[in-house]
């Protein structure tokens, strides 16, 4: 094989995958990974762990060291070293060593950019004040480490993945913690009733959660900053953590005049080539292809940037792999919940316009007579004519991630809902139950699918057509806690004797608590000649539609 | 649609299932649920737990009551009533009360056998002792529980799913344990290798284990019995459970004289329908298809039996489902491990000539920075040339269900090991690790059948070639507690540098830890004009294809 010079610029994740995966492709070519930190492979994914504390030791956040890198791979690592231009035609990167000052060049047959992505500052007055953090790096997490050693009250200004991870991590530390978010939700990448839970999981930790909430103005007040809202409303904290989410690192990539993408990131084809057929590039700034809607996304994952480059590697060393592709899968932990998700979500498909159906459900994490199990509340995507899986989400306290896992397989290899009626999961009572919840998606999915029960959702409950009528089927126990306004009530058990109170003029939309009851009374209904259907996910999936803290609905 | 008298004999997972299904496809149907106990539809998985205490209250146990069943789908629930004869030329079930003795007809347009199945006792001397007792239904449960509580010491006879868990139920009660398998591996669904950690997890929680053990007679004795073994030892025990299989409950369809399948079970089809096409079984007495090797098999499991009740509802009622075979997705908690498998093992391959590779990788449950990141042990199975993934199993204390139902679907939609490589899974560090296990096991049978890798495993080291010689990549301090005999060693960091000490006529059988240090070596060494392979798995697979603890392994 020929070898080659490879200059590798980004030493975390898919940098120092991509110049490992290089080594092993050609164990007699040059390559050199450049990093302007002082340090390569850091556990950026573990940074709000240490500063809340879990992870004690700094050390731990450590992958590997340029020395260790250095020694088994023979890789030139070099540290604190910037790429500050790339010369095309010359096929050289100028370096600019910022320990001494000294700029020089480095010839290249191959550059793998992997420069990653900055943390966004919006131009909102008083940005620039020293009060303001963002997380990105070790250093940055220094900085915190030392704020919050002095400050009593924070403000995270963001609800996404690290606004939440800060969030829990300041509480942990006993800091007072004010989370900020202009939209109705956190985690914006979920759809709205599946963020809910963690609203009210925030807030029973002792997070102030303010969401619809712009910030106009940050102002430095004594030994602290005032931040003035849109809404008319201040707070006054002693720092502000800002996680309003990241932007493409691109500036290398502009200079060298390398094609960016509609969304701002570096252009690349499934090759990771970008513009430059010589030049490739990996992980959160490069824009790549969105598996389930087959448009352009900068997704910032860890899991894809490995992936990148690794192919980006291949592709130097004569290999074809191709990337197929993100399918956004991706988990949070939110205090005691997880939220995770893959491929579609229902605001995507709305927005481009995919046709999907969408059923909830919600149940046990595993065997309910075993200790420990916690609900699971699993939403999932569909095409309504092939019955293809097209994305799903779940929250829950456990097994989020395993439901999740399975379903970004079937995602993946473009499984239909037939198929997760069948699939064959692991089953002890200390993790699942006979039916898993993967299953039931697809026994409710398919239900829908056979046309042996018709669904409606919460949506349809608040603009009720003149011959619908809302019937409630739980227990009178249940209903005292709650129920839509306006229905009527038949507990299940008593449905067949009181069919005399039905009207076959009428469509009833049936609530339960989760959907199961209403399923059976659907089917009941519907063979007594009574129009029928089933609020999917029950009484649950209402109050997570309108914001409410299902914790509160009891179970029958 | 037409309205039927369906007669369901065997009120648990099965045949609970298949009445309820049957009464939502007819709601006007008769529909008639037999069970010869008191009870019906118990949590069957849950009585070790009760018996050890993790289930504090026997009343958790009970899944639904006669009267739930009745009231809410207006089945007609007979408890203690055996269905004593099938009359298939009158189309009537003999049914006898156990209660009063009375025995009396019920016709039927369709029967659904879920007889279950029962434990099998082997015909040694003494076997009828009343000390020597089975867990199958509640009422055994009950009898445990009171035999345990006057006596210190138990024999657990079997080491199987339930042996297991009787094993560690027994513990938890503070019962001097003795679990006897006269095979040399405890979990005979498993590969050997794999049992290996169980083996050192009951030894470290108390369990005296007797692998290789055959009893050849049971005695009586002063509040006991004595155990005698083939091998000529003794041991002396208050009660014994018998755990060493099941066999299919067929009285009845004998009786009605319908068809067995080879393998003793009732033979149905696809449609779970028996050679009397008014008559279906399902669940554990049914003989169904193995969907890895296309063989008749007996998968004594609830979640196929949900599914196979299912269908045969269906059936009845006009439906064309069709149960596509059993994979043997399993799990078992063994104390603090967990023990997982999903489609073909390595003993089945061989036995049907089935042609595979296997690999072996050992990662971190999630990111090892991360609080209570334990190992996870792989083993997966693909087919050599088209990459298809054909069975995995796992062993571990976190992760091992999640690995497993990601690893059951690959092997349902007939995914390869490329596809594991491309799996997008959820990433945190609470959760799992950026390229998680599954990927990694991909990686490395990709690695394997792209020919960018060779292996050997750990026969090979036993019976080596002449030109072979067993190289030992780790570090000195790694070595001191152990390396396969006659290895010479030279750490990974000092290979390159080394070269001049190996030999081009010979080939390398590379071992490290886990198989990664290995991997690059055999990178560097093939490059340079060595052959070499890596010993897949690394020392890890080697202490546990040794029966060794790899606990005892120490991390470089």
Known sequence: MKTKKVIVI??????????ARARRLSEASEIILLDRNPYISFANCGLPYHIGGTISKRDQLMVTTPEAMAQRYRIDVRTSSEAIAIDREAREVEIKNLETG??????????????????MRPPIDGIENQRILSLRNLDDMDQ???????N???????????GLEMAEALRTRNIQT???????????????????????????????LRLKETITAFEPIDNGLRLRFESGKTLDVGIVILAIGVRPETTLAVQAGLQLGPRGGIQIDNAMQTSDPSIYAVGDAAEINNFSTGQPALIPLAG??????????????GRDSRYVGTQGTAICKVFDLAIGMTGLNEKTARRENILYEKIYVHMPSHASYYPGATSLSLKLLFDPNSGKVLGAQAVGANGVDKRMDVLAVAVRAGLTVYDLEEMELSYAPPFGSAKDPVNYAGFVAGNVLRKDMRICHTADLDFLAPDQVILDVRSAKEIATGTPAGSVHIPLEQIRERLSE?????????VCRVGRRAYLCCRILEQKGFRARNL?????????????????????
Chains 1, 2 share one sequence.
């Open 10 to 19: 980004g030493g975390v994740a898919g940098g120092a995958g991509a110049a």
């Open 102 to 119: 000294e700029i020089y060049r480095e010839s290249y047959d191959a550059v793998i950019l992997s420069p990653g992505a900055i943390p």
């Open 144 to 150: 915190i480490i030392a704020a919050v050693g002095g």
């Open 152 to 162: 009593q009250t924070a403000a995270v200004v963001g609800g996404g993945y690290i």
């Open 178 to 208: 004010t989370l900020i978010e202009c939209a109705p939700q956190v985690m914006g990448t979920a759809d709205p009733e599946m963020a809910t839970p963690l609203h009210h999981e925030l807030i029973r930790n002792g997070v102030d």
């Open 304 to 317: 894809p940037a490995g992936r990148q480059g690794r192919i980006a590697a291949d592709q130097i060393f």
């Open 502 to 510: 039905l009207d076959q003029e009428k469509e009833y939309l049936i």
């Open 536 to 556: 999917t996910g029950g009484y649950i999936t209402y109050m997570h539609v309108k914001g409410l803290d299902a914790k509160k609905c009891p179970k029958h």
